[in-house]
């Protein structure tokens, strides 16, 4: 199989063939290597690599990234693609725009304690627009830009789901 | 003063978390049945499992749960509990529920309430220190209500000043305020925030000493009125005036500057006829003067470090004491050895201002091995809530000596995998091999410099063993998927990536 995998800003083409159970050829950016590597759990991989070993335990990284592989104290970041999938990808770069409405949305499961803005007001770069409690502390959502605030659906004392979108800045 | 002696027989934790944990475990030592209490969310966490009973006292928010004493009092006598443990945080500086107890018939495992009013106001607390001589940091001498009160009195003192709750401690409702700018948002936060914490919105101001050391002295009071210290903490690693490494002895004062500290903090106590663990917090700056900064009447965050360098155990001593025992230990069987460190593990995101990072523990891999201590509220397949402080677990070294400890903290952490929530694992590492650190050479403003440095990358070699794994996962899943079900859209990553592959996919 072939894929891309995207590690921080870097891309790299990776080969993988399976050659026996457990054993990969595998080419990363032209480099041939021969690992050995083993499931021991469904997030956890014992990987052999000319001698090397590397305890992996991995988990789907909780802000939606690809996977965080921790190995010998470090961590990486790895996303995963298939050519198909990396092309659809580039072309929606391409096309997105950047000066779009900005959606503001909650970072994470918490109260709304305090709504700074009404519907309609126009707000500066980095005006505090929305505060949301989480764990006893306290986060102001700031606007990303100047614009005016529009679809402000956030409720005081409401309970709010990450990435619920609480205000719209045009 | 002193208390009647009864045996204790059944303790109610009044608390949650790993210091509930903590606290079942020295119970359990001790023959004594450890109580749990447990708000809507925690049925399954692990405090409540630590217990051998368990009663719930509410809906999830601290305020109608964890901070309701009417609530934890009629658990205890339900329970036929003989004694309350408030572990920190929550009720556990509240003088109020200590008579609340009191009056119940049940035994606080604690300070008096009268103790607990004269130095848990850091007002009280400021004027008894001052009449006794010791040297207090300026500030307003009382608590203040309004926004122009404070910027008038900030003013005469001059920028920067911190605002601190009267109430409170570890940080929670306190602000640093670099100038008059600043004073509306933060004195609007600090005090909404000190009400949830404690329940009270009551502020104070001090001028702010730049660059300081946290050094605490860790006091135990008898019933006789006499109390002993057990070394120093140094907590000076803060992040926002939060503690994140504590370690003892201290590298910033000499063997006797601790002493002096040590004498001045147990005449602090016995000032208030202070019963139990206690800690006198102070401010050192470079010429190793050190300033009264407040004393905390209750067992600490951080007394671990305390306990693996002294080789006691707090809360046994607690306990003896409030059945009316004498002190555990005299002064001169006190003896410090080797070095200890501890780091706060915090389900929070440090690469996004280190949000709190609430959500399901799909598995939680602990390191063991020679001089470790892990004391954990959380466990595989527990939702951490959004409710409660984000602290999940605390992990300490002990060694011989500090870069002992240090090496030793640095491989636990590697053993150490949270999976399905964001930690601050790696922060904790990157601190722990920070220069300042190594070098023992930093003061409460060294995380945020390190911050402003930026991050290193980690080696070709640790690279490329990930994007194997990666590529190997990803073939292993597209081979299953394939298998399963040949329509999957898994090429878009979309299948994988969602909660419902995560934990359906164990079924």
Redesign the interface.
């Given at each position: 199989?072939n894929?891309v995998?995207l590690?921080?800003e870097q891309k790299?083409q990776?080969e993988?063939t399976?050659l026996e159970d457990g054993k990969?050829r595998?080419v990363?950016d032209g480099r041939e290597?021969f690992?050995d590597?083993r499931?021991v759990a469904?997030?956890t991989?014992s990987?052999m690599?000319d001698g090397?070993v590397?305890n992996?335990?991995?988990?789907?990284d909780?802000?939606?990234h690809?996977?965080n592989?921790?190995?010998?104290?470090?961590?990486?970041?790895?996303?995963?693609?298939?050519l198909?999938?990396m092309q659809?990808r580039q072309a929606k770069t391409l096309t997105g725009g950047v000066d779009g409405p900005a959606e503001i949305a909650a970072?994470?499961?918490?109260?709304i304690?305090a709504i700074l803005v009404e519907e309609g007001q126009q707000v500066e770069e980095g005006q505090?627009l929305v505060v949301v409690?989480?764990?006893?502390?306290?986060?102001e959502l700031k606007s990303p830009r100047a614009g005016v605030v529009k679809n402000l659906t956030a409720q005081k004392d409401a309970t709010v789901e990450s990435g619920l979108v609480l205000c719209v800045i045009e | 003063m002193g208390k009647p002696s009864r045996r204790i027989n059944k303790v109610l934790i009044a608390n949650r978390g790993e210091i509930a944990v903590r606290v079942a475990r020295t119970l359990r030592e001790m023959d004594i049945v450890p109580v749990a209490v447990y708000s809507d969310v925690d049925r399954i966490a692990p405090h409540v499992r630590a217990c051998y009973e368990a009663y719930p006292i509410g809906p999830a928010p601290a305020p109608q749960s964890y901070l309701r004493g009417d609530a934890v009092i009629e658990a205890a006598k339900k329970a036929g509990a003989d004694a309350i443990h408030p572990g920190y945080g929550f009720l556990s500086e509240n003088a109020a529920f200590v008579e609340a107890v009191e009056a119940a018939g049940l035994i606080f495992i604690g300070p008096s309430a009268n103790a607990m009013r004269v130095m848990g106001s850091k007002t009280a607390a400021r004027n008894k220190m001052k009449a006794a001589g010791v040297p207090c940091v300026p500030g307003s001498e009382g608590a203040i209500d309004n926004v122009e009160e404070v910027k008038k009195v900030a003013d005469q003192m001059g920028y920067p000043v911190v605002l601190k709750a009267s109430a409170g401690g570890g940080g929670?409702g306190m602000r640093l305020v670099h100038d008059v700018s600043e004073m509306d948002?933060a004195f609007r936060?600090a005090r909404?925030?000190a009400k949830?914490?404690f329940g009270d919105d009551t502020v104070y101001i001090e001028k702010a000493i730049i660059n300081p050391h946290h050094v605490e002295i860790q006091v135990f009071g008898g019933n006789d009125g006499k109390a002993v210290w057990l070394g120093e903490r140094e907590c000076s690693m803060q992040r926002r005036h939060q503690k994140v490494i504590e370690e003892t002895p201290s590298l910033a004062i000499n063997e006797e500057v601790r002493c002096k500290m040590g004498e001045v903090a147990c005449r602090a106590a016995e000032a208030v006829n202070y019963v139990g663990a206690g800690t006198i917090e102070f401010l050192t700056d470079s010429d190793m003067n050190f300033y009264f900064l407040e004393m905390n009447t209750r067992l600490q965050v951080e007394h671990p470090v305390t306990e693996l360098c002294c080789g006691v155990d707090l809360v046994e001593g607690q306990v003896r004491v409030a059945q009316g025992e004498p002190l555990p230990w005299k002064q001169e069987d006190i003896v410090r050895t080797g070095h200890a460190i501890e780091v706060r593990l915090y389900?929070?995101?440090p690469s996004?201002?280190f949000?709190?990072?609430?959500?399901h523990i799909?598995?939680l891999?602990l390191p063991h091995g020679p001089g470790i201590r892990v004391d954990c509220g959380v466990a595989s397949g527990y939702d951490v809530p959004?409710?409660?402080?984000?602290m999940i677990a605390k992990m300490c070294a002990w060694a011989e000596d500090r870069d002992g400890a240090r090496r030793r903290l640095?491989?636990a952490?590697?053993e150490t995998?949270v999976?399905?929530?964001?930690t601050n694992r790696?922060f904790l590492?990157r601190l722990l091999e920070l220069n300042e650190f190594v070098a023992g050479k930093y003061h409460t403003g060294s995380i945020a410099e390190m911050m402003a440095a930026g991050d290193a990358?980690?080696?070709d070699?640790?690279?490329?063993?990930?994007?194997?794994?990666?590529?190997?996962?990803?073939?292993?899943r597209?081979s299953r998927s394939t298998r399963r079900e040949p329509q999957s859209q898994s090429?878009?990553?979309t299948l994988?990536?969602s909660h419902g592959?995560?934990r359906g996919?164990?079924a």
């Open positions: 199989m894929y995998a590690v921080g790299r990776v993988l399976e990969f595998v990363i290597l690992v590597a499931a469904d997030t991989l990987l690599i090397q590397y992996i335990e991995s988990e789907l909780p802000a939606g690809g996977e592989f921790s190995i010998r104290g470090e961590v990486v970041n790895v996303e995963v693609l298939d198909r999938s659809l970072p994470m499961p918490g109260k304690v505090g409690e989480a764990m006893k502390m306290e986060n | 929670k948002s936060s909404s925030e949830n914490a389900a929070e995101d996004k201002n949000m709190p990072a609430p959500g799909d598995e891999i959004q409710h409660y402080d984000p640095i491989r952490l590697s995998a999976k399905g929530i964001t790696l590492r990358a980690p080696s070699e640790i690279l490329d063993a990930g994007v194997i794994a990666a590529a190997v996962n990803r073939y292993r597209d090429s878009s990553g994988w990536r592959w995560r996919g164990r």
